[in-house]
């Protein structure tokens, strides 16, 4: 399997990808997916934004974080598990592809989704930049951030989807595992003084707020790498487990 | 293109799905997998097409492993997964080009391949919907469709009429015989005239091992007991007949299946004679003599359905 994962095909990874893809936007996910966005994100931003006073987006860097607990699981959950109950996963690793292919491309649709729904999120930008002087480094960071963070919540999601074929399931499974990546710098308060720096340094919100202030630290985006691929490992794993 | 599988055995936890099976399909032959629900078919299949991994034994499909050469056999083989799986929000062009640049076949020819396909297998008019919309027979025909789009040397059908009305049967099984001219084919059913109707050769598989391994006439004279004749006869007394009858050499037993409310004194029996004896010209000499009118008098063959009954219950 080691050598799977290096000898990845483009050409399959595409197939799968844009398959994927279209399927989103032939369904009503997509669409559902991008309105939730805006509207959650447009009526919590503008509401307090003239309370407060402040051009800056750090409200929607705020919100956005949790939007993606319910959202991101919402997109992977199907992604394995609906594949598994129709039966069609049998034809897809029957065909001569790696499973890492798999993987990868349905990964990269579900995350390419995200980066679509957060598109349109820059016409808040250019308002607030109209309304008042704005920071660009925590705009540039907190962008980055989120897709990073999307990223990972995007693997947790469909590690969830591969270990079920009931989507409801992978939901859950998927809500529930970025949740406690989510939860763990915010517990800090009741963990043994020894182990408050390994929970903070588990927390994917600690590195996100690191990103979003606009310091672009290698450490936080080791993290959200090493964490996207060992989850990504896990679901190629996960998979080939009917070779066990 | 041979496929040769070598003391096969699987293993689902404790239980032994497949038990030691070892047969040859030669090039261009089509072979019929039969066995009750629950044989093993499946699961050999399954492990042809690099699906599941075999707990033991080999299997070859032209000199290359499944195990070792995975990626090489997958190319060659084309595979209809039982319940024939599809993408039902898909319409039927997409999802044969997604198919077959999986099988990667070159983007040049996929457009070629595709027209091929829809032409032979008969959803030209049905090109542009989705799969969700079409019929069971549409569907299975957009499954053998998948199967053949990179015109693999190799088929393998796991069911591929099952749940279809009588005529979409005739139409596949016209179909699979019509590719499986140039191709090496095993289809697996529990359907016994599809078998007789389209396949060259047939294993029998019963509890995970074969029970039987030949073309199906081999099969039938093999497993052929008693001949047996039926007989149909007006009689006022049909008791006497059951005692009568016997008394001729070479007649075993004699049975009346006589339906509940036949007409008048008609009487059907069915006589059991030692095998290869002809005792037609003595029980017409017999109704003469006892002046019963003979309605039907016929030879019944072994069938395959009884060769089959015989292996997988029989015993």
């Known amino acids: ?244 | 293109m041979a496929i040769a599988v070598r003391n096969l055995t699987k293993f689902y936890g404790q239980e032994k799905a497949v038990d030691d099976i070892s047969f040859d399909v030669k090039t261009g032959e089509i072979l019929g997998f039969l066995g009750p629900n629950g044989a093993g078919k499946t699961t050999t299949m399954k492990i042809i097409t690099c699906y599941l991994p075999a707990s033991g034994g080999t299997v070859e499909v032209d000199g290359l492993s499944v195990s070792e050469q995975s990626f090489e056999v997958r190319r060659k083989i084309g595979y209809l997964p039982e319940m024939n799986p599809l993408y039902h929000d898909m319409n039927v062009v997409e999802y044969l080009e997604y198919a077959a640049q999986l099988q990667g076949v070159q983007d040049s020819h996929i457009r070629s391949r595709l027209k091929e396909m829809t032409e032979v297998c008969g959803i030209g008019d049905v090109r542009h919907k989705d799969i969700g919309e079409l019929s069971k027979g549409y569907r299975q025909r957009v499954g053998l469709a998948q199967a053949m789009i990179h015109d693999p040397e190799v088929l393998i059908l796991d069911e591929p009429t099952s749940g279809l009305d009588p005529n979409q049967i005739v139409e596949i099984r016209n179909l699979i015989r019509q590719l499986g001219r140039a191709k090496t084919v095993i289809l697996s059913t529990h359907i016994l005239p599809e078998v007789q109707a389209t396949c060259d050769r047939v294993v029998i598989i019963h509890e995970g091992r074969i029970a039987a391994d030949g073309t199906p006439q081999q099969l039938q004279s093999q497993f052929r007991g008693a001949d047996q004749l039926a007989l149909e006869l007006k009689a006022s007394v049909a008791n006497a007949l059951t005692d009568i009858v016997p008394k001729i050499k070479a007649v075993s037993s004699v049975e009346n299946v006589t339906y509940g409310t036949q007409e008048g004194e008609t009487h059907r029996f069915l006589v059991d004679v030692a095998r290869g004896t002809d005792v037609r010209e003595e029980l017409f000499r017999l109704a003469v003599q006892e002046r019963w009118v003979m309605l039907e008098l016929s030879r019944r063959a072994t069938s395959l359905e009884e060769v089959f009954h015989k292996l997988t219950v029989g015993s």
Do not use: C
């Not at chain 1, 990546?181 to 590195?207: A, C, N, Q, W």
């Open chain 1, 1 to 244: 399997m080691d050598k799977s994962l290096i000898l990845l095909s483009t050409r399959n990874t595409a197939t799968i990808f844009k398959k994927e893809l279209r399927s989103y936007f032939n369904s009503a996910v997509a669409y559902v997916v991008i309105v939730v966005f805006l509207a959650i994100i447009g009526w919590f931003h503008t509401s307090n934004l003239f309370l407060m006073n402040v051009a800056s987006m750090r409200l929607m860097f705020e919100l956005v974080p949790i939007v993606f607990l319910f959202v991101v699981p919402a997109i992977t959950m199907r992604l394995l598990a609906e594949e598994t109950k129709a039966g069609t996963i049998e034809l897809l690793t029957t065909k001569p592809l790696h499973d890492g292919e798999i993987v990868a491309g349905k990964f990269l649709a579900a995350w390419a989704l995200i980066g679509v729904a957060l598109l349109p999120t820059l016409f808040y930008y250019i308002t607030i930049a109209f309304l008042g002087r704005i920071d660009n480094g925590p705009v540039i960071g907190g962008y980055l951030g989120l897709l990073l963070m999307a990223g990972v919540y995007v693997s947790v999601g469909l590690l969830a989807s591969s270990l079920t074929e009931n989507q409801i399931v992978a939901f859950i499974i998927g809500f529930l595992m970025a949740l406690v990546l989510f939860m763990f710098d915010k517990v800090l308060f009741y963990v043994p003084e020894s182990l408050t720096s390994i929970f903070e340094y588990l927390g994917i919100d600690y590195h996100f707020s690191n990103i979003a202030r606009g310091v672009i630290d290698t450490r936080d985006i080791v993290y959200f790498l090493s964490v996207l691929g060992f989850m990504l490992y896990l679901t190629v794993v996960s998979l080939g487990r009917r070779r066990w």
